[in-house]
């Protein structure tokens, strides 16, 4: 599925929330009112929201990509794609663009967590060459443990 990359506009954040609607990320992290409404802003502010558009200018999938997240490397700290386009390759194709953008640097490693509910998420990041690090339980929300993965940056060889 082929999408347009641009960076998330301040006036487009209510069109950005419904990327996560129906969702189990929505539900377990965001059914409060103001608080996606609150992340995207501010990833907004900082530059590292990006979102996928469609051929029509309709936004299908969101990442915040920061480049020091975590312990100053590269982190995919959120990713959603708009629940009519799931399983059409957004996720994967933002994904493969977080590891371009991250060969670019010189950066050893760089991570990404899900919930351990998300499933297919973790098969997704396994399938990209990220590696389960460890369970980290009630990192952010109580009962909600969170996978950590790796992924080694390589100049040898595999590009996605």
């Not at 351990?116 to 990220?130: D, E, P």
Request: a neutral charge; proline letters at 4%.
């Amino acid at each position: 599925m082929n999408f347009t990359l641009v960076r998330g506009e301040a006036a487009r954040v209510s069109e950005y929330c419904e990327i996560f609607l129906d969702s189990k990320l929505y539900d377990a992290y965001f059914s409060e009112p103001g608080v996606l409404e609150g992340w995207l802003t501010r990833a907004i502010g900082e530059g590292t929201l990006y979102i996928a558009m469609s051929s029509q200018g309709e936004p299908i999938g969101a990442m915040i990509m920061e480049m020091t997240g975590m312990c100053g490397l590269p982190y995919l700290h959120l990713l959603g794609v708009k629940k009519k386009w799931r399983g059409m390759g957004i996720g994967t194709g933002l994904i493969k663009i977080f590891i371009g953008v991250v060969e670019a640097t010189d950066a050893p490693n760089m991570f990404i967590m899900t919930s351990h509910f998300n499933v297919r998420a973790k098969r997704l990041y396994q399938s990209m060459g990220f590696v389960p690090q460890c369970l980290l339980k009630d990192v952010t929300h109580k009962g909600v443990s969170e996978w950590l993965f790796m992924r080694p940056s390589s100049t040898r060889g595999e590009h996605w």
